[in-house]
């Protein structure tokens, strides 16, 4: 799975960008972290949120995005940052 190699992109990348934007329709599951999740907590779920966690990113959606799940996120490390 992508997540793996995902954990070392943030920290690779932050020395040559302004900031980091990571969206999509990623289906991941974690009604601790998400809220709006079917699933409940699952493994992957918490790997992201520990991942985005270390890496300074924050998830920035905060209602369902397909039904009552919310599978579509957005994460930034450029909270307040004038572009």
Known sequence: DGLETFQEEPQRL?????GVLVMG?????HRT??????????AM??????TITTG???QLVKEPTRGDNLLDLVMTDMMGTSV
């Open 25 to 29: 329709d990623l289906n991941i599951h």
């Open 33 to 42: 972290w998400l809220k709006f999740s079917s699933w409940g907590d699952t």
């Open 14 to 18: 932050i020395v040559s960008v302004r």
């Open 56 to 58: 300074g990113l924050k």
């Open 45 to 50: 779920g918490g790997k992201l949120e520990e």
